[in-house]
């Protein structure tokens, strides 16, 4: 059964600007892949959801797959961004660690379930899901790699490795304390995470000498 256009459509919602549009739609798509997963999801629901006929959708977005994959990349380049800006916010080490644990954290608890589509993405085998997560992961350790060469006089390969170990530790204690946050706070979390990280991370001594504070 063919889900009926509601009454949200109307003249003054046909006329935003393309941009506010697209922004519209990945909002709506992220709603229903979010509750239904890519599989069973269908661009009839999505037009729905957003309040728009379907041909006004298919203007936008050619099929499903490429609505989906222009929403993680949203969200792969949003993760991005705030691992960076963490990293670039201080010269202090040891806040350091704590803004690059805290980016994922916030990342994760800032839209609902939506981290699930670069998490946990029910078409994760896809190639062109992959490539994208892949990328965006590749970006965030990349930006804490730099900072522990640089720092520590590591060679390449081995910030690499912490980078990504703490990457890792991140965002897969992030996604268990999402429904836990009720009895373990933010702030709390972050920081019993960022100790854990700091008590392996300030082993190696700063170039200059100064292990950092």
Not at 1 to 7: F, G, Y
Request: proline fraction near 4%; glycine fraction near 8%; charge should be negative.
């Amino acid at each position: 059964m063919q889900p009926t256009q509601p009454a949200a459509v109307n003249r003054r919602t046909s006329r935003l600007p393309r941009g506010a549009r697209r922004l519209q739609l990945l909002r709506a798509a992220q709603d229903v892949f979010v509750a239904h997963g890519f599989h069973a999801a269908a661009m009839d629901d999505i037009a729905v959801r957003a309040g728009v006929s379907k041909p006004v959708l298919y203007q936008h977005f050619p099929g499903k797959r490429e609505l989906y994959l222009a929403l993680l990349e949203e969200h792969v380049s949003e993760l991005a961004d705030r691992v960076g800006e963490a990293m670039g916010r201080t010269a202090d080490n040891r806040a350091r660690v704590d803004a690059a644990v805290g980016a994922y954290f916030d990342f994760i608890d800032a839209d609902g379930e939506a981290f699930r589509l670069v998490f946990e993405s029910d078409l994760r085998n896809d190639d062109d899901v992959r490539a994208i997560v892949d990328r965006g992961t590749r970006v965030c350790v990349e930006a804490i790699a730099g900072v522990i060469a640089a720092d520590t006089g590591l060679d390449p390969e081995r910030a690499h490795l912490l980078a990504s170990g703490l990457t890792g530790l991140s965002g897969t204690a992030a996604r268990w304390w999402l429904p836990q946050k009720g009895t373990v706070s933010r702030d709390e979390a972050v920081s019993l995470m960022s100790a854990l990280a700091w008590r392996g991370i300030s082993g190696f001594p700063r170039v200059d000498g100064d292990a950092g504070s």
